[in-house]
């Protein structure tokens, strides 16, 4: 479909191969937190802060997606925070799927893989105890951290998917797929 946007509407197709991991709430270990981040509640965090740095991640400012990305009903998160100058540096969303006892872990952006695992630990355990749950995140394969970061904690992986992003001037110069552990949606980053 990707080739009939790009010829009749002018999008360009800026895909890239994401896989799919399942894994369970109570298989992510307790990660060593660093020293130097302190993790808030994304809900009722500065949303100023929080779009500035998913701009420095994605390449596009998009304060109202994100507003309503963090407050819908039912979400949940951190995120990550300099305790020597308070930027961001790092955050984690999680949601309730519509497959019975599912959740999404989307986005997880980090700096590295150490606020990226603390991050996907906090995202987690918030749903342990809860029978039968299971987790899936996505993220993109050229970013080596983000796979050794999941390998860690799961072994399946349940799909592989080539994504195209569809923007209408191309694909943002400053996307910083280092940075993307998780992708928010298959339609969003």
Known sequence: MAPTYEKYLGYKDCGWINQRYLFKPSNVPNIKVPSDVSFEPIKGFDCDKLCNYEEKVVGVHRKVFMEKWVNFPGRYGWVAVSKEDQSVLGYVVGRATAEPNSHSIAPLYADNSDIAGVLLFKAATRLVGTPQIQCFIEIPTSNEQALKLVEQHSKRVIGELVVSRMFSKGMPDNVDLN???????????
């Not at 940075?179 to 339609?187: D, E, H, M, N, T």
């Open 179 to 189: 940075k993307i552990f998780g992708v928010a949606s298959l339609c969003t980053i």
